[in-house]
């Protein structure tokens, strides 16, 4: 079965294409053209635009405000759950336990306060652009400093730009976080469409080829002719296709999910042999992944990957739900549900974020980015056809990520592989846990390109 799911024609492609298949003293400046204003309302739940007129390549500045009545909604829900019964082990294998769960839809339904989730983006400069028929919102802060590199950061699914903005103090006032001015980084960060503040495409096709031109827009619209670009998770699929694309002006990128999985790799997690010349760290990474596979933890893709809408259902009319779903990820394994206050992300973080997807809807409009890239294998060399990527590749290691890249996988994937580097904490979720931490890795990978 685990060979079958490396196979792009066989029936768990699904559930390759995720894994094996992941102060702000800075201005930020629109174009002369940003002459609308979008602002965010919900409606029973519905995101509902309210915008001036406008052309379609404007720049126009974005406040989110949720209504009180979504607010007062959600707040209903989660004190209206109906509960399933005790899960029959000891252990999460059967997915979220529920006395934690029950712990945290209490603290969602009272204490946490999407108020404050909703300042921390709107302490940041915010705006909308239309690219290809779809609303995208972006998160835009230029630093300070002189000189600073452009860089577009990409997430995933189940983050969003809440698992990003950490980032944005160090990387672009460095000198505040132990940098250099000569460091910094003028940092965009995106919603993919369909998640968060940005509009739900209503035809097929956004999968990560169109998503990658869509960000290559976005970085000229920007006035940006030279930058570079980071992702995990979906987000390391954007960068790996933007780097196949090679546009005008990308000087590189760096991903914490390479696509390094080539055939020898592949057979070896499948049940073959591993080969003789495999070192005892590769060994091990190989053996690990196996055990989480076998063990189902990938089984979420199969249905997002094959009915994204039939999922939406639910999500959309749980919140608990929702959150349940969420948290089989595996980037959510050691947290503590906010139990370690000196924990990142705390119980508020992860609030802010599936928040974010409750009050935009976006459970289902997310789920299908599985769906239109179903056929893909995220992290397979030959599925990412990452001998095609011209421009440099640089890749950060963090030790509990479900896949370990390791050095000999990640050169004979990427020929161009300009940086490689395994750091010693840190996961699927790396910048939201350790930002300080992430943002260091990026000065270092991107060092030489500036």
């Not at 109906?82 to 999460?92: G, I």
């Not at 991903?255 to 390094?260: F, R």
């Not at 050095?407 to 940086?419: G, V």
């Amino acid at each position: 079965m685990l060979r079958d799911a490396f196979c792009v024609s066989s029936a768990v492609t699904a559930l390759s294409s995720f894994l094996l298949a992941t102060s702000i003293e800075a201005q930020a400046t629109t174009t002369p053209r940003a002459v609308a204003t979008d602002v965010a309302t919900v409606v029973d739940g519905i995101p509902v635009k309210q915008r001036t007129a406008a052309a379609d390549s404007s720049i126009r500045p974005f406040r989110a405000h949720i209504s009180d009545e979504a607010i007062t909604d959600l707040r209903r829900r989660l004190q209206m759950t109906r509960w399933p019964d005790k899960e029959t082990v000891a252990d999460a294998s059967q997915g979220a336990q529920l006395a934690k769960l029950q712990d945290l839809v209490r603290y969602w339904g009272t204490n946490y306060d999407w108020r404050k989730g909703e300042a921390k983006l709107n302490s940041f400069p915010q705006f909308k652009t239309t690219i290809d028929g779809v609303d995208i919102h972006f998160i835009h802060v230029r630093s300070r400093h002189a000189n600073a590199l452009p860089l577009i950061i990409t997430h995933g699914w189940p983050g969003s730009v809440f698992e990003q903005i950490k980032l944005i103090g160090p990387l672009t006032d460095p000198t505040k976080y132990g940098g250099r001015a000569e460091d910094a980084f003028d940092v965009v960060i995106p919603s993919l469409p369909g998640f968060g503040f940005s509009g739900h495409p209503t035809e097929t096709g956004w999968d990560l080829e169109r998503i990658g031109r869509a960000w290559a827009v976005l970085m000229k619209r920007l006035g940006y002719t030279r930058y570079v670009a980071q992702g995990g998770d979906w987000g390391a699929g954007v960068v790996e296709a933007m780097g196949r694309q090679a546009p005008a002006g990308l000087l590189g990128i760096h991903t914490n999910l390479p696509a390094v999985v080539t055939a020898d790799v592949a057979a070896a997690v499948g049940g073959g042999p591993i080969p003789a010349t495999f070192s005892e760290k590769e060994r091990a990474a190989i053996m690990d992944l196996g055990t989480y596979l076998r063990n189902g933890g990938l089984s979420y893709l199969v249905m997002m990957g094959a009915r994204p809408q039939a999922v939406g259902y639910g999500l959309t009319d749980s919140p608990a739900g929702l959150a349940g779903w969420m948290l089989v990820h595996s980037g959510f394994t050691k947290w503590s549900y906010g139990k370690d206050p000196k924990q990142s992300p705390t119980i508020d973080d992860v609030l802010d974020d599936f928040s974010l997807y409750w009050l935009t809807n976006t459970a289902a409009s997310s789920a299908r980015i599985y769906w239109e890239n179903r056929t893909q294998v995220l992290t397979s060399a030959t599925s990412q056809k990452t001998n095609q990527i011209s421009v440099p590749v640089a890749i950060t290691v963090f030790p509990d990520e479900v896949i370990r890249a390791q050095e000999a996988w990640a050169r004979r994937a990427f020929p161009t592989l300009s940086y490689f580097n395994e750091v010693d904490r840190g996961g699927h979720f790396a910048m939201w846990e350790y930002p300080d931490l992430f943002a260091s890795e990026l000065r270092a990978a991107f060092k030489s390109l500036r």
